[in-house]
């Protein structure tokens, strides 16, 4: 079942608030292998809490029933996110929550991201936590408006779309707030949605923003890290220093709420070369955002393409013992081998639980 | 009594985990001590890991919404710290006595409060976590960003386990900002179907709740809804409006509520009885609520989340038994120690091959059996 399909079934008075891009092809059961996000997540959370009880079946066929709520450890929560390395889901029970009785929509434009950010830190700061808020720099901006003709501003160096949504009474009272906020940031231009259609097309634009970097480049590389979202600034600066440095350019849209950013490494596959620089240069962003604190990945996912990082985030004792895990549910590696970790490793035997040797118990022998 | 060791560091804690695992020890995990009597009674401890050592709030990053807290640290501290920059951890479980909780802890046995309600368990807020595990081995899982889905999320499998797979030592953590004011409404009756269908109207509807409570003794109870906003007085008005008409009686809205919830919290454990924490279907409550009645106990629960705990009689724990619903899963928490040893805190086994993939998880993070032996489900 398609992920949007799960919100439809729902509708009109509840919604699923795991929205990632793809959701009109995306099935629930992939949701559950990358624990998926979208641009709601930084209010309402990831699949992970969403999933109230999963039927998974083993490599060696046995099918088991996790229940959120059950007494016994959270194998529920371990298998979200594990990338189909634990098992299959064949099942999924999930919780849906009430549609927000408002929504506000606003779009501002900046002079650059780093005005847009002090604005995010603005909103955040004062204690809101909007639907969503997503940042496009100026590359994205050209090429989803190219591709729209929704008006946004071509002379912007960022646009800042926030979402409120929630109680009636609590959006109004918190727009005029968001509005001058980002004002006080020097937005050059705010535009507030006054209906139903202004909204769309100002989500349209930022929906847009992956497919329409065709038009700027002939191919592209989505890369998905994260940053404290503090760290914005600092990360995009080194980020075009590398595009710099490397002749090549990179487009940013950015989930601004929760730090995580997708740099799109534009390059052409009939230049000698380019796509491997361009392979490099995302290689390189991760690593930035890896020493500013932050992850390899926010919501795509390790799979083959990011293993050989996983040990920029992790030791060699944390790795092993993600390996416990997996040992746990498939000691022979057969579920989704060679994904997320980064060198092949075997199961070994467990010992037996530890009993006492009737020698040790006489206090004849002890155990070193 | 065993001996007790107050490790001061992470590393010092593995070695402290490792020693004693290898002389066969059974360990002990102690955090605040205020939740050490849930659970199966266990092994006979060989020693006693103290946390209290482990004190630190190492870091606060008030721009990000995250901290990262040392498994020792008193709940009421973070809680304090976090406060005085607009911020909350959003945990609110019962403290015990004195205030002891700790972070660890709390994290250790999933314990919650009526905030669960809108943002979930410990599992929930919980970003990456530092274990030692008793083969001296130091592993850290996820991160203090709170978007990251690299490596398994071994943090969740922690939190609940009740210290079976190794000892949490530090945690980062996500902050929500502290709502600008909160304001409760709340409705009587003495009709468990109509509190149970008034319950459903309002998790259903568009309230955006921090908490939705149930409170229930002798026959009569009560719905309490919390809104928190910078709208919190006007929003409890309409909730007040959808409470009186769904046929609620003595609506009113508290806006100085905080000893209505602490005393929601305050329910959820018991210096001389029993609790039962019981987990099943919102739908299912009216049954839940007649149940509590024929033992003679008192409910606090999470209407929207159908956990509900029961402080009862020791000697009517059995007669609970009977007119609970068949699905949902019953678990002793506090008890008298006769009761404890008298009855499976746990209620009935898993599925058997649930339980074979927790004793599997169980065998591989903890080979040597040392961590907390046998106080967890099955034996574990």
Redesign the interface.
Known sequence: MTNLAISKAVAP??FYPPDPSSQVVCSIGGNIA??S?GAH??KY??T??YVLGLEIV?TDG?????ER???????L??F???EGTLGVATRVTLRVI????AVRTLVAFFNDTSSAGDAV?AI??A???PGAIEMMDRLSIKAAEEATRVGYRLDAGAALLVELD??E??CD??LGEVISLCERSDAIEVRTAESEAQRELIWKARKAAFAAMGRVAPAYYVQDG?????RLSEVLRRIDELAEEYGLAVANVF?AG???LHPLVCYDAARDGEPERAEELAGLIIKTCVEA??????????GVD?KAY?PA???E??????Q??????DPHGLANPGK?MPTPRLCGE??G??R?HPL?RAGVA??? | MAPQLRPESMEAAAAVMAGAAADGDPIRIVGGGTKLGWGATGDVPGVEVHTSGLERIVEHNEGDLTAVLEAGVPMEAAQRRFASAGQMLALDPPLGSDHAATVGGVLATGDCGPLQHRYGAPRDLVLGMTVALSDGTLARSGGKVIKNVAGYDLAKLFCGSFGTLGLILQVSVRLQPLPASTATALGATTDPNLLARAARTLATAPFELEALDLAWRAGRGGVLAQVGGTQARLRAERVATSMREEGLARVEVATDDAELWARQRAGQRSASGVIVRISGRPSEITRVLRATDACGGTLVGRAALGMSCIELEPDALGRLAEHLPRAASVVVLDAPLKVREAVEPWGSLPPAPLLQLMRNVKARFDPAHACNPGVFVGGI
């Open positions: 008075t509840h990358e624990n996000g997540c930084f959370g990831f992970t809490n083993l046995t099918v088991v029933t996790l709520d059950a007494p016994g450890y959270d194998l929560g371990t979200v996110g594990s009430p549609k927000p009785e830190s955040v700061g204690g809101m936590v929630g109680p009474e609590e009272a918190r994260v940053i404290p979202r503090t989930h929760d730090g995580n604190g932050g992850s390899i990945t926010g919501e795509h996912g390790v990011k996983m985030m992790f030791s004792p944390d790795l092993a013992t993600f416990r895990l997996r040992c746990a549910f997320v467990v010992p639980p530890y006492e040790e002890e155990r070193f």
